[in-house]
């Protein structure tokens, strides 16, 4: 089992840009792709973007391309979103989530553990 602490949420406006962490321990950190998600209010939780276990590799959402990075330091074990121009829609509770296998990619069904969320709220 893997446990997942995120940070790194908080109020920005719109055009800004914020950093999320997920702090991972449990398991090899390397051994796993990481995703994030999002869940705005009223609505379904949805993907945002993924990378394998090694890094070597990325998928992102169409609605978040050419915004958001992600990242991640085997070093440390954490994986990074950077998030820049960022919008009013951006809006929702951020979750990270740690897959079964290295291989990533954004259906939720291959994240086996989940962070608690952290709060990204974008002003207009």
């Known amino acids: 089992q893997v446990q997942l602490v995120e940070s790194g949420g908080g109020l920005v406006q719109a055009g800004g840009s914020l950093r999320l962490s997920c702090a991972a321990s449990?398991?090899?950190?390397?051994?796993?792709?990481m995703g994030w998600f999002r869940q705005a209010p009223g609505k379904e939780r949805e993907s945002v973007a993924a990378?394998?276990?090694?890094?070597?590799?990325?998928y992102y959402a169409d609605s978040v391309k050419g915004r958001f990075t992600i990242s991640r330091d085997n070093t440390k074990n954490t994986v990074y979103l950077q998030m820049n121009s960022l919008k009013s829609e951006d809006t929702a509770v951020y979750y990270c989530?740690?897959?079964?296998?290295?291989?990533?990619?954004?259906?939720?069904?291959?994240?086996?553990?989940w962070g608690q969320g952290t709060q990204v709220t974008v002003s207009s």
């Open positions: 989530a740690a897959s079964s296998s290295p291989l990533a990619g954004l259906g939720s069904y291959l994240y086996k553990s």
């Open positions: 449990g398991r090899t950190f390397s051994t796993y792709a």
């Open positions: 990378i394998r276990g090694s890094g070597g590799s990325t």
